[in-house]
């Protein structure tokens, strides 16, 4: 048995991974920082279906959160850490860069860059083969935002998972021969709950005839490409990105 973390499992993208990811063997933590029934709902689908799966709260954007999340994982999940899935993030209100203050971007840094990198960190130390660990996976889900900017809307939301494209092509070097992969996706026009805390929950249906396929995104295709890069069939790729945007 192998164990996964995966942060902001709670829905989504996160949830979706989960699930996939438990039904192809790993025992998974289900990270999640406000609703526990979501995460407890991940959880028992997993259960039932015949997989392991714990559900651990921790708010990944305060390093006490990140420590707590590894040290709870491997209590409840006493088996090697070989992945971790940096899916967390959040975005706020629709809004231009002249409008936003500057509490508004600690938030978005905090819980979408400096959560990540101590997530990352955290995992290096524990799978890097120069650690006595055996090697492993990280997957960082980032935004088709990071190239487009998101003008007008998520400009801090962009930048933050600019910032994450960033972490992938530098540790992806950093720890290329301790045994650790480190890749990303960058998925768009997904249907998830985080476009309601953007204050826009049908932004895919208003923007799905500018997508060259004509259609949203499904979490679950997205969890396809992670479990892929998490796997040994990607295991001579390191600093790769999967687009997954509909041809976007």
């Given at each position: 048995m192998k164990t996964l973390i995966i942060t902001g499992?709670?829905?989504?993208?996160?949830?979706?991974?989960?699930?996939?990811?438990?039904?192809?063997g790993f025992?998974?933590?289900?990270?999640?920082?406000?609703n526990a029934e979501a995460a407890d709902a991940v959880v028992s689908a997993i259960r039932a279906a015949?997989?392991?799966?714990?559900?651990?709260?921790?708010?990944?954007?305060?390093?006490?959160?990140?420590?707590?999340?590894?040290?709870?994982?491997?209590?409840?999940l006493p088996w090697p850490l070989v992945g971790l899935v940096n899916n967390a993030g959040i975005l706020e209100t629709q809004m231009r860069l002249a409008d936003m203050d500057a509490g508004r971007l600690e938030r978005i840094f905090r819980a979408n860059v400096i959560g990540q990198f101590l997530c990352a960190r955290e995992a290096v130390k524990r799978m890097s083969t120069s650690s006595g660990g055996s090697g492993g996976a990280i997957v960082?889900?980032?935004s088709l935002a990071a190239k487009t900017g998101a003008p007008n809307e998520y400009l801090d939301y962009a930048a933050s998972k600019a910032a994450l494209d960033a972490l992938t092509t530098g540790l992806s070097k950093e720890v290329a021969a301790e045994g650790i992969?480190?890749?990303?996706?960058?998925?768009?026009?997904?249907?998830t709950d985080i476009h309601a805390d953007g204050?826009?929950?049908?932004?895919?249906?208003?923007?799905?005839?500018?997508?060259p396929m004509a259609r949203g995104g499904q979490p679950e295709e997205v969890a396809e490409a992670i479990l892929w890069l998490l796997s040994d069939k990607a295991s001579y790729a390191t600093g790769t990105f999967i687009d997954l945007a509909g041809g976007k």
């Open positions: 499992a709670g829905r989504g993208i996160g949830a979706a991974t989960a699930r996939l990811c438990a039904a192809h025992a998974v933590a289900v990270n999640y920082h406000r015949g997989g392991i799966a714990e559900a651990i709260c921790a708010d990944i954007s305060d390093e006490a959160g990140v420590l707590h999340l590894f040290a709870e994982t491997a209590r409840l960082n889900v980032s992969r480190v890749n990303s996706v960058r998925p768009a026009f997904i249907y204050g826009e929950p049908g932004r895919v249906d208003r923007i799905k005839d500018s997508i």
